[in-house]
């Protein structure tokens, strides 16, 4: 265990507990699935008047739904594009859902990817590998491999193919920053894929982590192994490297995407990472913007009021970084 930290678990195993009950989006294994109905149901206990945002597609938005862009390993993984009426071509948004790396889909992300695309982007929710077949590298795979099929398939989705993003909450934020953070590292492009046609442009990371390596999730994890740890295949002392390389805070360089954190102040899940990653961004002349949500339970991008206001920041970034 890391020097000095048993104060430290003290509180992670605290905050682990309040994890366990309280939202089904921590990194310990929820008593049900992680859905927007579950994240509605634990988040009016503490602010009644939370909502969920309509999923509808707004007036001028194309849907196309349940397109295969990928089949590692035999398992088939398709996205949604929601195309919005303006003039091709349009920068394009990877939207990846949250859940702890074992549960969620990406229909959970449809309300927010319809809105932006409504704001100009052509918007898609992606599906990724779970659980043990998603351990990493997979998950990032697949995302990697996402962005390559929209680039390949630009000219008939209307896509810019030199201005693609990607925002994530959660698992999700982690992995999109990661995804943003390797930009151009071969070693994680994905089985003879070229990393350079897996390039993102901007990146929008709600509340997920940027680094494994934090004492206070170390603690927690040595004591009580939860996500993170089967997520990397086993504990940090047997596989520290893979903790370190799953670590977008491992990856940055001047190569590495502009980055928006968008943070909740909710005790759990630990979330290591995401200020130090910003300040290495910006030592290598790389934008990066730290966006605290006061009074937030953990998912609140999925639920008003907080909706709203994460879509407006994420557009706000994009539209600095991935418009002409």
């Not at 009580?224 to 977008?248: D, I, K, V």
């Not at 943070?263 to 966006?291: N, Q, Y």
């Amino acid at each position: 265990m890391p020097k000095g930290s048993a104060s430290r678990l003290k509180r992670a195993l605290a905050l682990g507990v309040f994890c366990a009950l309280a939202l089904g989006s921590c990194h310990a294994r929820s008593t049900g699935p992680f859905s927007r109905a579950r994240v509605l149901e634990q988040v009016r206990a503490k602010y009644p008047n939370a909502t969920l945002p309509p999923d509808v597609l707004p007036p001028g938005v194309t849907a196309h739904e349940d397109v295969v862009y990928a089949e590692p390993s035999g398992v088939r993984l398709a996205l949604d594009l929601y195309s919005p009426s303006a003039a091709a071509p349009l920068p394009a948004v990877i939207v990846v859902h949250g859940g702890g790396w074992e549960s969620g889909e990406r229909q959970m992300e449809r309300p927010f990817a319809k809105r932006l695309a409504a704001l100009g982007y052509v918007a898609a929710p992606v599906s990724y590998r779970l659980g043990p077949a998603g351990r990493f590298p997979n998950a990032l795979y697949d995302l990697k491999a996402a962005v390559r099929f929209l680039r390949a398939n630009a000219t008939k989705f209307g896509i810019d193919p030199g201005r693609v993003g990607a925002v994530g909450g959660s698992a999700g934020g982690q992995l999109v920053a990661l995804l943003g953070a390797s930009n151009g590292v071969q070693r994680l492009a994905g089985d003879g894929a070229d990393a350079r046609t897996s390039r993102v442009q901007a990146v929008v990371d709600i509340d997920g982590l940027a680094s494994f390596s934090g004492p206070d999730l170390l603690a927690k994890e040595f004591h009580t192994p939860g996500g993170p740890t089967r997520f990397l295949g086993g504990s940090f002392n047997s596989r520290a490297s893979t903790w370190h390389e799953a670590s977008a805070l491992s990856h940055v360089s001047a190569e590495s995407a502009p980055t928006l954190f968008i943070d909740s102040t909710a005790p759990t899940p630990i979330l290591p990472g995401r200020p130090e990653m910003r300040d290495a961004l910006r030592a290598h002349g790389v934008a990066s913007e730290l966006v605290v949500l006061p009074d937030t339970p953990h998912p609140f991008w999925l639920v008003e009021p907080w909706f709203s206001r994460t879509l407006q920041e994420t557009a706000r970034f994009f539209a600095e970084h991935l418009r002409k």
